[in-house]
């Protein structure tokens, strides 16, 4: 007998395209939720509040106003000068023009895409590890090949100069770096991130910056980003969006900066791929980046924040066998749990993440998810009373083994 087609005619990126181990987890637990448990989801990056009200009201105005249709593939006007507006206004980027942006369904399709126009198959693309969970499969569905570069735990995960320049090798097309760091929290300083742009500049690669969480760096911390520093504009390509700091992660909306011919070759494959992002999300996102009462709304839930970060810290800290420190940005504690592992007699961190999720009704993700064995990453985009309880669950589970 004939095998099915569906069996024999698929390509490598049917066996080699990871799923998302965040989401994965996220499914686990809400499946478990279903069965009436109650269940404390430290998985998924998003605020656990709605967008600011300003935001809400322009996409109701959108819709009453007719936005229906088509618009450029590579976004609305209105959006794109609003996004140099505020590159100028963040990041003193002042060349910044519309010319240079790309309006994507979300920061991960700005990143693909872009990994799909610069790499020729086989050319190495530097990752910071640990790293978020889709980076190297998106280097490997566009035909490249992630190379880490290590941070190191001792230093607060921060990426040192010396790390990427180790990793760097004739087939070397890119670095792409984070900060904050997606799962540390992790931040560059102005000092590290002037010494990635000059080694790329000596080396003639690309420098991507996925400045996502951006909006959120607590602490008055010497943090920077390439986008701040126009004698490297040339070769940096600046991805940012709205689902972070304006709670907007169901909207899908994210976008480029990058030197004029590139972000005209990604408008191209983008129009080819799925056409604009959402048109009325769009819309909202302007009125996100723009309106005063947004703007004031971002530095309120960045203060929130910092406050779930100081109360999640405080009490994995009262917890035997974890230790965790305070992350400058982001909204991730990064826990070392090795002790939690050898006590409860857990081989792997993913064992330990599982005997949580089904003994204390807890979920977080393994840090191997993110190339670093012994940690659990802990989100505290979340009301404060469920981190309270939350943790007092995986100490009753840390207690138990006495």
Avoid at 266 to 280: D, K, P
């Amino acid at each position: 007998m004939r095998e099915a087609p569906f069996l024999t005619h698929m390509g490598p990126l049917a066996i080699t395209a990871k799923g998302s181990e965040t989401l994965a987890l996220a499914q686990q637990a809400g499946q478990l939720k279903a069965t009436g448990v109650e269940v404390f989801n430290f998985t998924v990056g998003e605020p656990d509040g709605p967008p600011p009200a300003p935001v809400i009201a322009a996409a109701h105005r959108a819709i009453d106003q007719g936005y229906h249709k088509y618009t450029p593939a590579d976004g609305l006007s209105l959006l794109k000068e609003a996004i140099a507006t505020w590159h100028h206004e963040v990041y003193g980027a002042s060349d910044v023009a519309p010319e240079n942006i790309v309006v994507t369904a979300g920061a991960k399709q700005a990143i693909s895409e872009v990994l799909l126009i610069i790499l020729k198959s086989g050319e190495e693309v530097i990752l910071p590890r640990p790293c978020w969970v889709s980076y190297p499969t998106m280097v490997r569905i566009a035909n490249g090949e992630p190379v880490y570069a290590d941070a190191d735990p001792a230093q607060g995960y921060r990426l040192s100069l010396e790390s990427v320049r180790a990793a760097v090798s004739p087939r070397t097309a890119a670095l792409l770096i984070n900060s904050p760091s997606n799962p540390t929290g992790a931040v560059m300083d102005r000092e590290t991130v002037l010494g990635l742009c000059d080694l790329a500049e000596q080396e003639n690669i690309w420098i991507l910056s996925d400045d996502i969480y951006g909006s959120l760096v607590y602490d008055d911390v010497d943090w920077a980003v390439p986008g701040m520093f126009p004698q490297y504009r040339d070769r940096t390509i600046s991805i940012h969006g709205v689902s972070k700091g304006f709670a907007m992660t169901g909207w899908r909306i994210g976008w480029l900066v990058a030197p004029e011919h590139l972000a005209k070759s990604v408008g191209r494959l983008q129009s080819q791929f799925t056409s604009n992002a959402n048109a009325v999300a769009q819309v909202a996102a302007a009125t996100a980046l723009t309106h005063p009462e947004s703007k004031l709304a971002m530095l309120a839930l960045r203060e929130r924040l910092r406050l779930r970060r100081n109360l999640m810290v405080d009490l994995l800290n009262q917890v035997e066998g974890i230790h965790a420190e305070r992350s400058p940005g982001a909204f991730y504690c990064f826990a070392d749990v090795q002790g939690l592992m050898e006590r409860s007699g857990s081989a792997t961190d993913y064992e330990l993440c599982q005997r949580l999720i089904k003994e204390a009704h807890v979920v977080a993700v393994p840090g191997s998810a993110f190339g670093q064995d012994g940690r659990l990453r802990f989100s505290f985009a979340t009301d404060e009373d469920t981190i309270r309880r939350g943790m007092e669950a995986v100490a009753r589970f840390s207690d138990s083994f006495r």
